[in-house]
């Protein structure tokens, strides 16, 4: 019994020297930082799709033809990376022939890019592909002039940085050791809780034992943070798999497809009929309107932290001034 109790009293001496809070919340804030990085790298083809239909001109079946491929390729890049990064997508589409069924890519489109002979992934053929249609566009005049056709390029490779990035976070990971030491320490420190924090004969009046908590309140509660925080980590470490908290990836995919098209064709020089606003030929108005139940909410503009600072300012007011000799 004594020498359990020399145990116990020994494990809560160096319990404390396990840096449980710098090491669990230095790993959380790396994991945490990753998976928000990670979502910002989602390439979004709004900005492309404004610049497509904007920049590349006419309404005959050609231009029509022109606009609709750029983002058809666009979005064939993105589901190629997906497809190596995000287990949802791999099932959805597993082979190319899915995304021929699809109507994503054709089979001659297939064979142009099979006979690329390269070991490494062909997600940037498409993008190669947009850049030669751009060009060859500007040459027939659907894009009126070099800047416009550098500006269309410049929009079309950001897009395809951020799926670089994504395909760089696939591949360069959180260390596998950080992972082990930080579970590591959580165990352990758990581990010699439950040997250092014994209710302790109170005839032997050891310190800080001198009551007999029946349930560990203050443990508990450490323990629910601790491996709360590290199962938050262990979640968002991969935000591509089917987890509830994971990515959308497939809905996405869906979204920027249809309104893609949706921008470059359909709403391609579409807009309504202009009209005069209820402001036309007056002063704009101070607020815009509130209801009731949000007027008790209207804020006053912003002046600066100093603007209703006073100073007692004597009449006599003389200015100090240097001069260069």
């Not at 799709?49 to 001109?57: A, F, K, N, Q, W």
């Not at 607020?287 to 006073?310: Q, V």
Request: charge should be negative.
């Amino acid at each position: 019994r004594r020498t359990f109790e020399k145990v116990a009293l020994y494990c809560e001496s160096f319990i404390n020297l396990i840096p449980l809070s710098f090491v669990l919340g230095f790993y959380v804030a790396l994991v945490i930082g990753r998976w928000w990085n990670q979502y910002m790298s989602i390439p979004w083809p709004d900005r492309v799709m404004l610049y497509v239909s904007t920049l590349v001109e006419g309404v005959d079946e050609q231009s029509r033809i022109i606009r609709r491929t750029l983002m058809r390729y666009l979005t064939l890049g993105s589901i190629i990376v997906f497809q190596a990064t995000s287990v949802r997508v791999k099932k959805r589409f597993p082979t190319m022939d899915h995304l021929i069924e699809a109507g994503i890519v054709t089979a001659s489109e297939v064979k142009v890019m099979e006979d690329v002979s390269t070991p490494h992934g062909k997600w940037w053929v498409p993008f190669v592909w947009c850049c030669n249609i751009i060009r060859d566009a500007h040459r027939k005049g659907y894009i009126l002039d070099n800047y416009l056709m550098k500006s269309l390029i410049d929009e079309i490779l950001v897009y395809r940085g951020n799926l670089g990035m994504l395909y760089s976070y696939d591949w360069i990971s959180v260390p596998l050791v950080y992972t082990q030491v930080t579970t590591l320490a959580v165990y352990s420190f758990f581990l010699g809780c439950t040997l250092g924090r014994q209710f302790l004969d109170p005839v032997m009046n050891y310190p800080g034992h001198n009551v007999d908590l029946y349930v560990p309140f203050f443990t508990l509660l450490q323990f629910f943070f601790y491996m709360g925080w590290l199962k938050v980590a262990e979640q968002l470490i991969n935000p591509f798999g089917e987890d509830d908290d994971d990515f959308e990836m497939n809905w996405i995919i869906d979204r920027n497809m249809q309104i893609s098209l949706l921008t470059v064709d359909d709403l391609c020089g579409q807009f309504p009929p202009l009209e005069k606003d209820v402001y036309f030929g007056e002063s704009p108005p101070d607020y815009l309107p509130y209801t009731r139940s949000s007027a008790k909410n209207i804020s006053l503009p912003h002046m600066g932290s100093t603007a209703e600072i006073r100073f007692a300012i004597s009449s006599n007011i003389s200015f100090i001034t240097w001069h260069m000799s």
